[in-house]
């Protein structure tokens, strides 16, 4: 539930909103008569506000200046202001000053209510984004936030905001690159106009100023029709050129014209067309070493390192692991629908020794891959990918079966089978006592019939386990290993070790 201030001196007005936002029963609102008052709330409330609602002209302290203090107290606050015809220029300051959005009175409840959604859905990319660990640098310095990772983030989104030069993204691929141009592009000025993707990298020389400008029929072969280009398609909005330092040596110096004169020419065109984009571009590549090679030109790189943000890769930062990972548990668990409460330590021990040459983004799929084959509120190893397993050195012959026994047994494969892993646990524990608790105890000699070794007792389980899953399952291999969490090679290899034949179960 989102938590909600309206800010107004019209009690009115105030009831009014807040009787729209009750309507979804997704919000708990509260009131601030003025501006001094809602910072009073914002400052000393013990839940952070989601969103803040604000009108323009208010006593003792107006909606822009109230606007500046929030955002300096906490740049992650979204802010929408409420204006009347006579207030609108302030209005649209006040978005250049990191207000979302605006709305003139009287405030319509359908459209308050799509700003809402549309303001939440931009604050939940820089929420995604903070697994990136984003750093701006200006004259030279780092800007590191004042507190936690999230403030940091947002302190950054917030800034470039409020401007509109280039950014020039940095960062090995998987990092997250294209997710930080979206979060800066939906909490800019130029929210509501297109964002264009491209990739410098997968188009073919030949083609790049025709997909970039367009072209004019007949302006080479093939072109049968006018095309606009991607410039022309994202105006108003942001064009992100990703892998730019794949961009053609040619399209270098078209690019670095645009950016200068802010003019294009289409393929086959006598016609200059101006050009209101803002261009992020993005790069895996060493740029200062291409500068020094000839390969990338110098004057481009400085037009487009205005702002520069560098994104660290995953292996540098190992100590965040678990924080990303509570952030994509999150996201499955809404896009699959599951109750996943965390991750057990030793697969969260895995996952920090892994390289992770394909940093964040193959810690999602790794994570995604996890959500479909784990069947507890909790990620197992067992539902690691192998090819993880294997490369983080996992002996899965060794691989217990005795965690992943208790998963089927709870969803009823047999009260006896999940009592038996019970008791297994309770063992363990006593097992991990020290030796010296025996001191002075006099040895009791054992002359009964039934075996105590731990061994062999363990052995009879795994063997009862895999017959109640086969039956559960009727014999199939492929669909035992998903529900019953083994690994399939585990699987197998326990099969043939206790002379089990699955096709004795198939019926």
Request: proline letters at 4%; hydrophobic letters at 45%.
């Amino acid at each position: 539930m989102l938590k909600v201030l309206v800010v107004d001196d019209d009690q009115g007005l105030r009831l009014s909103v807040k009787s729209a936002l009750a309507v979804t029963q997704r919000f708990e609102v509260d009131e601030a008569f003025d501006g001094v008052n809602a910072m009073e709330k914002v400052k000393g409330s013990e839940t952070k506000y989601d969103v803040v609602i604000l009108d323009v002209d208010m006593p003792r302290m107006n909606g822009l200046e109230a606007l500046r203090q929030i955002k300096e107290f906490d740049p992650g606050i979204i802010v929408i202001i409420m204006t009347a015809h006579a207030t609108l220029n302030d209005a649209i300051q006040a978005v250049k000053d990191g207000a979302y959005n605006y709305l003139q009175k009287p405030v319509s409840s359908e459209d308050l209510l799509q700003l809402i959604d549309k303001a939440v859905n931009a604050h939940n990319l820089i929420s995604n984004i903070a697994a990136s660990a984003p750093v701006m640098v200006e004259a030279g310095r780092k800007i590191i936030g004042h507190t936690s990772q999230m403030q940091k983030v947002f302190n950054i989104i917030h800034r470039l905001a409020k401007v509109e030069t280039p950014v020039l993204i940095r960062g090995a691929s998987g990092t997250g690159k294209e997710l930080v141009a979206k979060a800066i592009h939906y909490n800019s000025a130029r929210k509501d106009e297109k964002f264009v993707a491209i990739n410098c990298s997968a188009i073919p020389e030949n083609l790049f100023e025709s997909e970039l400008f367009g072209h004019e029929k007949g302006s080479f072969t093939g072109a049968d029709q006018r095309k606009i280009g991607k410039f022309q398609f994202a105006e108003g909005g942001t064009l992100f050129l990703d892998e730019v330092g794949d961009m053609p040596q040619l399209m270098q110096v078209k690019i670095l014209r645009v950016l200068q004169e802010k003019v294009f020419t289409p393929v086959g065109s006598n016609r200059e067309f101006p050009t209101n984009v803002r261009i992020i571009a993005a790069t895996n590549r060493p740029l200062e070493d291409m500068i020094k090679a000839g390969t990338f030109r110098e004057d481009l790189f400085y037009r487009l390192n205005v702002v520069p943000i560098f994104l660290p890769a995953l292996a540098e930062r190992k100590d965040d692991m678990e924080h990303m990972v509570n952030i994509f548990i999150k996201k499955f668990n809404q896009a699959h629908g599951k109750r996943i409460n965390g991750i057990a330590p030793d697969a969260m021990a895995v996952l920090k020794k892994h390289a992770w040459p394909g940093n964040i983004r193959e810690l999602e799929n790794v994570i995604e891959h996890a959500f479909v084959l784990e069947m507890s509120n909790i990620i197992t190893i067992a539902s690691l990918p192998e090819s993880l397993l294997i490369a983080t050195g996992v002996n899965l012959i060794d691989m217990p079966v005795m965690d992943t026994a208790m998963n089927v047994a709870s969803q009823g494969l047999g009260s006896a089978v999940q009592a038996h892993a019970s008791l297994g646990d309770e063992d363990d524990a006593d097992m991990g006592s020290d030796s010296d608790d025996l001191d002075g105890e006099e040895m009791v000699p054992f002359s009964g019939n039934e075996s105590l070794d731990f061994n062999a007792q363990k052995e009879a389980f795994e063997k009862e386990f895999i017959i109640k899953a086969l039956k559960t399952f009727r014999g199939r291999i492929n669909q035992t290993a998903l529900h019953a969490n083994i690994p399939k090679k585990t699987l197998l290899r326990k099969i043939e070790k206790y002379g089990i034949n699955a096709k004795d179960y198939v019926n």
